[in-house]
């Protein structure tokens, strides 16, 4: 019988000591949490909350939704910057819910292993435009696609304004309609296409499907 399978996430602030005023953005990521818990708490093995300075993690039992909780923390804390390591595989040690912090095991070594190579590649100004990276801890041809993938998505929204993401937010996690949108944000509903469409929102949204739908489909077939 195959181990159980986790999906770890940890995250960390980019430069966070030069934030103006870290306890307000301390506070919004408090109460990102707070709402992803509730909202996903069907699939949230340990909860998401900060574990260690500006550092933060949480864990999944599957993948359905992990892109939109690492997005949705991530654009919630927007201009603020942060790295994402993923990692899946087991977690060795009893995992309780409420506190993260006290789980251990491969997935969160991958996880560690991931975002130490996000700051790598910035420290070695390579690769700077990818802010998530996820590991299985073995080669494997399927995840270098994802990371590919997680690359490309990042050149995309590295130079969307506060008014496309203001925009991207309410079509990716309200689910709401154009219509809907544009009148939310006191535009016209041409005015919100054209927004989402330069800001590529469609060709995001799209391979943030494909890489959640293609992690579904490896979890079903172990």
Same mark, same amino acid.
């Given at each position: 019988?195959?181990? /159980?399978?986790?999906?770890?996430?940890?995250?960390?602030?980019?430069?966070?000591?030069? #934030?103006?005023?870290?306890?307000?953005?301390?506070?919004?990521l408090?109460?990102?949490f707070?709402?992803?818990?509730?909202?996903?708490?069907?699939?949230?093995?340990?909860?998401?909350?900060?574990?260690?300075?500006?550092?933060?993690?949480?864990?999944?039992?599957?993948?359905?939704?992990?892109?939109?909780?690492?997005d949705?923390?991530?654009?919630n804390?927007?201009?603020?910057?942060?790295?994402i390591?993923?990692?899946?595989?087991? #977690?060795?040690?009893?995992?309780?819910?409420?506190?993260?912090?006290?789980?251990?095991?491969?997935?969160?070594?991958?996880?560690?292993?991931?975002?130490?190579?996000?700051r =790598?590649?910035?420290?070695?100004r390579?690769?700077?435009?990818?802010?998530?990276?996820?590991?299985?801890?073995?080669?494997?041809?399927?995840?270098?696609?994802?990371?590919?993938?997680?690359?490309?998505?990042?050149?995309?929204?590295?130079?969307?304004?506060? =008014?496309?993401?203001?925009?991207?937010?309410?079509?990716?996690?309200?689910?709401?309609?154009?219509?809907?949108a544009?009148?939310?944000?006191?535009?016209?509903?041409?005015?919100?296409?054209?927004?989402? =469409? /330069?800001?590529?929102?469609?060709?995001?949204?799209?391979?943030?499907?494909?890489?959640?739908?293609?992690?579904?489909?490896?979890?079903?077939?172990?």
């Amino acid at each position: 019988m195959a181990e /159980n399978e986790y999906y770890a996430v940890i995250g960390d602030l980019v430069a966070s000591r030069k #934030i103006n005023d870290r306890q307000a953005v301390q506070q919004q990521l408090l109460d990102t949490f707070n709402a992803v818990n509730q909202q996903f708490s069907d699939q949230i093995a340990a909860r998401f909350a900060i574990t260690l300075g500006d550092e933060f993690q949480g864990v999944l039992t599957a993948p359905d939704h992990l892109f939109e909780i690492v997005d949705r923390i991530r654009l919630n804390l927007h201009p603020v910057q942060i790295r994402i390591g993923i990692g899946i595989g087991a #977690i060795s040690t009893e995992i309780n819910q409420m506190e993260s912090f006290t789980a251990d095991g491969p997935a969160y070594y991958q996880a560690r292993a991931m975002i130490d190579e996000v700051r =790598k590649n910035e420290n070695a100004r390579e690769n700077l435009s990818q802010t998530i990276k996820i590991s299985t801890g073995e080669p494997n041809p399927l995840i270098d696609l994802i990371n590919s993938n997680l690359g490309l998505a990042s050149l995309i929204e590295r130079n969307w304004t506060d =008014k496309q993401i203001e925009a991207v937010c309410l079509m990716y996690f309200a689910d709401s309609m154009q219509k809907d949108a544009a009148k939310s944000l006191g535009i016209t509903v041409s005015g919100m296409h054209y927004r989402l =469409k /330069n800001a590529y929102y469609f060709d995001f949204k799209a391979s943030r499907e494909l890489v959640t739908q293609t992690l579904i489909e490896r979890s079903r077939q172990r």
